[in-house]
């Protein structure tokens, strides 16, 4: 087995199996488990953390993006900012790192020019998922974001076939195919109820087609950097710092920024920093929540958390849906919810299965 098949085989063990990250706490000690009620407690406060940074995150970009008081039409600049702060806490956090005790988590990062070229077509893809997430939800209500980017699971069976040949079962299928009927039914209520943004749904589909793309490209570019999903964050954000300027120049957002009334702002800098903080943060709380429960679990969780984000936005912004909205939610989070438990049931048997050989094991994993 090559050198990058074992990084690409460590780094999946990791995320299916939790082995130990150096950033997260370590579970029990010397191999004894902790108290069933101490180990209860610890998942539902690192449940309740993941909700509260995922739904927070949600509703904090919503108003940096759409607020009616705030009136700032730069998407490219709220996510050029994020991306900006996530490098630049990587980087403290290794420079934090080197002054202390050694720690394999977090590398010494520094910025090479032939790695940066390396991981350039994730950038890529990277500067599409996060702008088409922004934009779809700048056009469309917190309420039918879930909705209006669910697409995401379709495209991973589709492009798993296109690219990697991997066929789907029947279950998987016909989950899709209620997430698919869900979102046509969400869209269809939309606009029956005078709110439906096409524009919001063009880069719906295409946030759910890069996360999809953006996945296959990371398990790729992941050997340039010797597996460590820290130094690939800070290039894959200091590459999207640089392209997002042609960008910003070419739509005219530092136009729209030297007329902005609020540049000045230190309410308006401190809720652009605790954006940053919130989608830097959404990773290492994702990475908790499944090393303390698993990545089936983990799926489960986010999608409860959809529900429960829907919910409060009905609720927060006083709006009316009828029946049907709220049964094209129940479809896209039910279907959801089946092609999770069956791939979860499909990759436990292949596991267990002594004859599979161990690549089509990680092959089903992924």
Same mark, same amino acid.
């Given at each position: 087995m090559s050198r990058a098949q074992l990084t690409r085989t460590r780094i999946l063990r990791m995320a299916?199996? +939790?082995?130990?990250?150096?950033?997260?706490?370590?579970?029990? +000690?010397?191999?004894?488990?902790?108290?069933?009620?101490?180990?209860?407690l610890r998942i539902a406060v690192v449940v309740c953390l993941y909700w509260f940074t995922s739904i927070a995150m949600v509703f904090l970009n919503k108003y940096l993006l759409d607020s009616p008081s705030l009136r700032l039409d730069a998407p490219l600049f709220v996510t050029f900012f994020q991306c900006a702060l996530t490098a630049a806490?990587?980087? &403290?956090?290794?420079?934090?790192?080197?002054? +202390?005790?050694?720690?394999? &988590?977090?590398?010494?990062?520094?910025?090479d020019p032939k790695v940066s070229r390396s991981v350039l077509p994730l950038s890529?893809?990277?500067? &599409?998922?996060?702008?088409?997430?922004?934009?779809?939800?700048?056009?469309? +209500?917190?309420?039918?974001y879930n909705v209006g980017r669910s697409l995401t699971t379709v495209f991973n069976v589709l492009l798993s076939y296109l690219l990697l040949k991997q066929t789907t079962s029947l279950y998987a299928l016909l989950a899709c195919a209620v997430i698919i009927g869900g979102f046509w039914l969400g869209v269809d209520q939309e606009g029956a109820e005078g709110t439906l943004s096409w524009t919001g749904i063009f880069f719906g589909i295409l946030a759910s087609l890069c996360v999809s793309l953006n996945a296959i490209y990371t398990k790729k570019v992941l050997p340039v950097v010797d597996g460590s999903i820290w130094r690939l964050t800070f290039y894959n954000n200091v590459n999207a710092c640089v392209l997002f300027f042609p960008l910003m120049m070419l739509l005219g957002e530092f136009r729209t920024l030297y007329h902005f009334d609020k540049l000045g702002s230190p309410s308006f800098w401190g809720m652009m920093t605790l954006g940053g903080v919130f989608g830097f943060a959404i990773g290492y709380v994702t990475g908790l929540q499944i090393k303390f429960t698993s990545p089936l679990t983990h799926n489960v969780s986010g999608t409860a958390k959809a529900c429960a984000q829907t919910v409060l936005a009905v609720i927060y912004f006083?709006?009316?849906?009828?029946?049907?909205?709220?049964?094209s939610n129940l479809m896209v989070l039910g279907g959801s919810f089946a092609y999770t438990?069956?791939?979860?049931?499909?990759?436990?048997?292949?596991?267990?299965?002594?004859?599979?050989?161990?690549?089509?094991?990680n092959e089903t994993g992924v």
């Open positions: 299916l199996g +939790g082995a130990a990250d150096p950033l997260l706490p370590a579970e029990g +000690g010397g191999g004894r488990r902790a108290p069933f009620v101490l180990r209860a806490l990587c980087l &403290g956090l290794s420079l934090g790192a080197a002054c +202390g005790p050694p720690c394999p &988590g977090l590398p010494a990062l520094r910025l890529a893809v990277f500067i &599409g998922m996060v702008t088409s997430n922004n934009l779809c939800l700048k056009h469309v +209500g917190v309420a039918f006083e709006e009316t849906k009828s029946i049907l909205w709220w049964t438990w069956v791939k979860g049931l499909e990759m436990r048997k292949v596991q267990e299965d002594p004859n599979v050989k161990s690549s089509e094991r």
